[in-house]
Nanobody
Framework: QVPLVESGGGSVQAGGSLNLSCIVSGFADTRACLGWFRQAPGQEREGVASIYTRDNSTDYADSVKGRFTISQDTNKKSVHLQMTNLKPEDTAMFYC?????????????????????WGQGTQVTVSS
């Protein structure tokens, strides 16, 4: 069972909107922090937004502030990323992630949290 499954990607023109969703399952405990990352071709993966499930506190990368909104369902089993005013530079594979121990391979830090469990990604393409 894949613990994180994204959906909602697609192709839009600049200025358009997309809503990404991620179902969180397969974990015995409630996740403390959920996040969205993206990776454009030839670039490193970068954190986009994160949310603490206990208090809904959020963090955003400067490049998406005011345009993207992260939220979670009340059951803490889904996380969403509402993206508006999309730009061509937002084109990337978007990944849902959740926290993991620092020694987890393939992980990275964002907003002070080590994310190490990843979904398979959903492609977002923004044309000019």
């Amino acid at each position: 069972q894949v613990p994180l499954v994204e959906s909602g990607g697609g192709s839009v023109q600049a200025g358009g909107s997309l809503n990404l969703s991620c179902i969180v399952s397969g974990f015995a405990d409630t996740r403390a922090c959920l996040g969205w990352f993206r990776q454009a071709p030839g670039q490193e993966r970068e954190g986009v937004a994160s949310i603490y499930t206990r208090d809904n506190s959020t963090d955003y990368a400067d490049s998406v502030k005011g345009r993207f909104t992260i939220s979670q369902d009340t059951n803490k089993k889904s996380v969403h990323l509402q993206m508006t005013n999309l730009k061509p530079e937002d084109t990337a594979m978007f990944y849902c992630a959740t926290e993991s121990p620092p020694f987890t391979r393939g992980g990275q830090y964002y907003a002070g949290v080590h994310f190490g469990y990843w979904g398979q990604g959903t492609q977002v393409t923004v044309s000019s």
